[in-house]
């Protein structure tokens, strides 16, 4: 099973891998690695595991067990970014409407199978840098 993993550091740059790393099989939203797990390059690295998605996009949430997909009542912001119809374009002092519950299909918060994309975050940094890891060499030209 390939994972499409992106990793996050708190500069805000994203790195982005494909790994058949089985040992993420299991693990859960908010569970700590290390990075010999993904790759070896990644020795002496810790990430944590922020968010996963499954293969029709529905997105792994912590609050939700299991590694299967459920529907959920979700409150505004957790998962939900919808504006009630009935507020239209208008501005709104307040973002966040009162009293509004939409049910959403996520996925559970365990990584099986079907989970294809994975979101890392940078804990521990180890003794070789992000840029040198993901860096691609350089292919000479031939005269």
Known sequence: MVFKVNIGTEKGKTYKIETEAEE???KSVGDKIIGRVISPDFEGY???IMGASDGS??????????FTRKKVLLNYGLGMHKRPKREGKKKRSNPMPGG????????????S???????????KEGSKKLPEIFSAPVEEKKE
């Open 24 to 26: 993420l099989i299991g």
């Open 46 to 48: 810790e990430f944590e």
């Open 57 to 66: 996009g529905f997105p792994a949430l912590k609050d939700v067990e299991g």
């Open 100 to 111: 509004l519950r939409l049910r959403k299909t996520v996925h559970g918060k365990t990584i």
């Open 113 to 123: 199978e079907k989970i294809v994309q994975i979101n890392l975050k940078l804990i």
